[in-house]
């Protein structure tokens, strides 16, 4: 999806004992969103996971553009 390799992605897990794992994307013409509970995840994937999108709240950053030339 261009919103994802464009930067326009987040995700989020809230706290608690049953947290929400969220994620929205943002286009030109309008954002969509949707969340779904932690329980639906591997917990390893969610443990390591949590850290990692609260050091990110902005969402995640643009994919750098690629080197290759195309011939």
């Known amino acids: 999806m261009l919103a994802i390799v464009g930067g326009n992605y987040r995700e989020s897990v809230e706290r608690g004992i049953?947290?929400?794992v969220e994620y929205a994307y943002t286009y030109p013409d309008g954002?969509?969103?949707g969340?779904?509970?932690s329980r639906d995840l591997p917990a390893g994937r969610l443990k390591v996971a949590t850290p990692v999108l609260r050091d990110l709240?902005?969402?995640?950053?643009p994919w750098?553009?690629?080197r290759e030339t195309v011939f």
């Open 18 to 20: 049953r947290p929400w």
């Open 31 to 33: 954002a969509s969103s």
């Open 35 to 37: 969340r779904s509970r």
């Open 64 to 66: 750098p553009l690629s």
């Open 57 to 61: 709240p902005e969402g995640w950053a």
